[in-house]
């Protein structure tokens, strides 16, 4: 079974950083794309990120300019950069993954979640 274990969360202060990792039990050419999801309390979830196979990332407008996904192939690891964070970004943050391959493919992939916390 395909697992992601997700990475990095914590507590930090307006303006500061974090980095989260989701690394997947397999190789990432399984899937189309990975991505970034989070909650807020009494909020819906949203797609914070995306990238493909290819490298191309996308953005939800209230990050754009301050995250940045990645992928490490070799790693079978997914990473977001966080920037200049603002008490806004505060959430749990998932790890998605679309399978692509044989059994994988058509399928959705969830980790657990991650919990961010930015204090003003």
């Known amino acids: 079974q395909v697992q992601l274990v997700e990475s990095g969360g914590g507590s930090v202060q307006a303006g500061g950083s974090l980095r989260l990792s989701c690394a997947a039990s397999g190789s990432l050419f399984i899937f189309n794309e990975m991505g970034w999801y989070r909650q807020a309390p009494g909020l819906q979830r949203e797609l914070a990120a995306n990238?493909?196979?290819?490298?191309?990332?996308n953005y939800a407008d209230s990050v754009k300019g301050r995250f940045t996904i990645s992928r490490d192939n070799a790693k079978n690891t997914v990473y977001l950069q966080m920037n200049s964070l603002k008490p806004e970004d505060t959430a749990v943050y998932y790890c998605n993954a679309n399978g692509r391959l044989g059994p994988f493919r058509g399928r959705d992939y969830w980790g657990q979640g991650t919990q961010v916390t930015v204090s003003s």
């Open positions: 990238i493909t196979r290819g490298g191309s990332a």
